[in-house]
């Protein structure tokens, strides 16, 4: 996010202050709040692509295995597409913003114009060339309307930041933003037109658009190493926050930002399925509970189970991603990508939540379902794992020094983050080992992770004085040792 241009420096290298940027065009502002705004929209936007997942029918008769291959699976392919493709948007409006920090009205209603336009009818309607070609063309439109930001951006010199302000070659960097905001897009653009022709070729192309920053960052990183260094004049006006290498600062607000909303979402979902579906209606409490809302409720007992199960799940995941970015203090575009990877299997966590929350009426299907359900945990959490070992590999740029290797919070952090990895994929075994106890062994999984929070810190310390003393006492040995090899050593220098 733009740092508060409480006092940046003016034309001639003196400050400015916050009343003069009024006077540098109409309405000029700073875009923090714009920027809040547009990272809520965006989560929104990218996680409610899991409903028509989450949503799909299931036939009574038939068995979960048979629909994942049948039903869901290319739904959620088609879901992890759309939910990543959204944050490439996202990926581009942070960096977008990066380069103007400021803002006026032309500015902030070309923003909200270029967030409102995305539809889920292709996560709905996969096989229909009508809900990729509407997808695509939102997609398309998007990137048009962030080109015209640009544009106006530059035109209007004082809403860029400072390092593009003093820059002579400004004509540079706006084409190179160009050309990287256009890219998808373009993509998107012939995607729309091979949706009426070929539809996997169209699929093909939309995930061009995931990888596409990527592979040009390999190819260009081969070229390198075959042909030799870039042009020295490209690698001197190469901006910074505005190309794809993974090492490079990302904005750690608007992660945060972002991932708080994926996270809210999520949550906000799983609760309008229990208002919608699982409130008992008042005419049938009266005439089959004989007016008893306590054995109403009792009869959905499961799905109210498997609500707070999953609302718990979510509740600590995003503890762990909290405690994770508290001790975080610079993010990477890696860490940002893993970040990603890691919100969309939390999307899926309301699919988990209509499957476990039917056991009572397709119990042959209980074992699926929870493999499904551990899956999606164990996903969304190593990646959360990932993205604190990308930061250790670079921990004196990334991280507080409390969570370093050595630190005082390094093995509680290394614990909270590998319980969840451990809980998911252990569970998922022992459904395997002993099918008749899964759905006990999945219920157990929910009520004792919220505990081992709770008691892994203790445990932790615990552990850790118990390796101390144990390395005390081997020191303690190694140096007997090595006194009594001083004391025989004389005497047999004597003899």
């Known amino acids: 996010m733009a740092a508060p241009r409480a006092a940046t420096p003016g034309p001639g290298g003196g400050a400015r202050k916050p009343e003069l940027d009024l006077e540098l065009g109409s309405s000029t502002q700073t875009s923090h709040r714009l920027l809040a705004y547009s990272d809520a929209l965006l989560s929104i936007i990218a996680t409610v692509m899991i409903l028509p997942v989450a949503h799909t029918k ?15 699976l290319t739904k959620i392919a088609v879901y992890l597409m759309t939910f990543l493709i959204v944050t490439v948007a996202w990926a581009a409006h942070v960096r977008l913003f990066q380069v103007i920090e400021l803002i006026d009205d032309v500015l902030a209603l070309l923003n909200l114009v270029s967030i409102t336009r995305y539809f889920s009818l292709m996560a709905s309607f ?50 190179h933003i160009l050309k990287i905001i256009l890219r998808g897009p373009a993509l998107c653009f012939l ?12 699929y093909l192309l939309l995930g061009l658009v995931i990888v596409f920053p990527h592979l040009s960052r390999f190819i260009t990183w081969c070229k390198t190493k075959i042909v030799g260094h870039r042009d020295e004049e490209e690698a001197s006006y190469s901006l910074e926050t505005f190309s794809f290498y993974l090492s490079e600062p990302l904005s750690k607000e608007r ?27 008042p005419r049938e409490v009266g ?23 999953s609302f718990v799940t979510i509740g600590l995941l995003w503890f762990v991603h909290h405690s994770l970015f508290l001790y975080v203090t610079k993010a990477t575009r890696l860490m940002g990508l893993l970040n990603i990877l890691s919100l969309a299997f939390i999307g899926g966590l309301p699919l988990a939540y209509q499957l476990t929350s039917e056991f ?28 604190w070992t990308t930061a250790l590999l670079h921990e004196r740029e990334t991280l507080h020094p409390f969570a370093r290797y050595g630190g005082k919070e390094h093995a509680f ?29 999945f219920h157990l999984m929910q009520i004792v992770i919220p505990f081992a929070f709770l008691a892994l810190r203790i445990f932790v310390r615990i552990s850790l004085t118990v390796i101390k003393s144990v390395m005390s006492l081997s020191r303690r040995k190694v140096v007997l040792l090595e006194e009594e090899e001083a004391c025989l050593s004389p005497t047999e220098t004597h003899s």
């Not at 906000?268 to 409130?279: F, G, K």
Request: hydrophobic share 50%.
């Open 58 to 72: 299931i036939h009574p008769d038939q068995k979960l295995g048979e629909s994942v291959q049948q039903l869901l």
């Open 126 to 175: 996969p096989g229909v060339p009508f809900g990729i070609f509407l997808f695509s063309v939102c997609a398309v439109v998007i990137g048009l309307i962030q080109a015209v930001i640009v544009v106006y951006g530059f035109y209007h010199p004082h809403l860029l930041n400072q390092q593009i302000q003093v820059s002579e070659n400004q004509n540079f960097y706006k084409r």
């Open 191 to 202: 995607a729309a037109i091979f949706s009426f022709f070929f539809i996997p070729l169209s």
């Open 255 to 281: 992660v945060e930002a972002f991932s708080d909303g994926v996270y809210a979402i999520v949550a906000t979902l799983l609760i309008l399925d229990i208002c919608e579906d699982n409130v008992p209606d």
């Open 287 to 309: 005439e089959k509970f004989h007016g008893s809302l306590l054995e109403a409720l009792s009869e959905y007992g499961p799905n109210y189970l498997a609500y707070f199960g």
């Open 360 to 387: 009572a009426e397709k119990s042959h299907n209980e074992i699926e379902a929870i493999q499904v359900s551990c899956v999606i945990t164990f996903f969304a959490s190593i990646f959360q794992f990932a993205i």
């Open 413 to 441: 952090m290394f614990a909270k983050l590998a319980l969840y990895p451990c809980v998911s994929l252990g569970a998922f075994f022992l459904t395997c080992l002993l099918s008749e106890f899964s759905t006990e062994i």
